[in-house]
């Protein structure tokens, strides 16, 4: 079975400050998408940002970028200049075959004023 | 903009009571998913259709569980009898199904399941 390990239950980051969260996946596949989506308190699930297996290039989506090592299966999000609406649950996501999405336990991130 | 709507945001009933929940994805979206998420923990995939027809429901409690996507559009998934540990937050999630291009799956808000 396909897995995803988000080693940190809980991250802390100040305001402005930048920070990272960690992701690994294992898979067999040689093409699939990997994701990270927030969830914030009480509110619905949404995309933060997307990798495609076969591309090199790291995603960015402005504030929010990723280190895609695809050799050892690893995703980080990074997020700079870090804001209060940023506090959230964030999952690390990998697609598969058929789009079945398999979701990490989650990284609970918390900003500091 | 085009949302996942679900029904009912909260439902509490009784332990051996029967439950429903609805759920109407986006326009157009070929793949619709069930998850189940307990607090606290990352969402857990019950069950897949691609259109009405069952893709993955390997996670499914077959023996109280059931989700029916009749006309390839809107799903119900149903619990009887439900238990104590059936409490969570069941999303429903769709997405384009179309495996060349965007696959992002667009979540609703989500049913939150109390059983006492």
């Known amino acids: 079975a396909q897995t995803v390990t988000q080693s940190q239950p809980e991250m802390s980051v100040q305001e402005a400050e930048t920070v990272t969260l960690s992701c690994t996946y294992d898979?067999?596949?040689?093409?699939?998408?990997l994701f990270w989506y927030k969830q914030p308190p009480s509110r619905q699930m949404i995309l933060v940002i997307r990798q495609e297996a076969y591309k090199q290039q790291n995603a960015t989506e402005n504030r929010f970028s990723v280190n895609f090592q695809k050799a050892a299966k690893s995703f980080s999000l990074k997020i700079s200049d870090s804001q209060l609406g940023d506090a959230a649950m964030y999952f690390c996501v990998k697609e598969g075959g058929s789009e079945k999405l398999v979701f990490g336990k989650g990284t609970k991130l918390t900003v500091n004023p | 903009e085009a949302e996942v709507a679900q029904s009912p945001r909260y439902k509490i009933t009784e332990k051996s009571q029967a439950v429903a929940f609805w759920c109407d994805p986006i326009?157009?979206?070929?793949?619709l998913y069930w998850y189940r998420q307990i607090l606290g923990q990352g969402p857990e995939l019950l069950v897949q259709f691609q259109d009405e027809s069952v893709v993955d429901d390997s996670q499914l409690p077959k023996d109280r569980f059931s989700a029916e996507r009749l006309k390839g559009v809107d799903s119900t998934l149903k619990i009887q009898p439900a238990e104590l540990g059936d409490s969570a937050m069941y999303l429903c999630?769709?997405?384009?199904?179309?495996?060349?291009?965007?696959?992002?799956?667009?979540f609703g808000q989500g049913t939150r399941l109390t059983v006492v």
């Open positions: 898979t067999s596949e040689s093409d699939y998408y």
């Open positions: 326009s157009g979206h070929a793949t």
């Open positions: 999630a769709s997405s384009s199904g179309q495996a060349t291009l965007n696959t992002e799956a667009f």
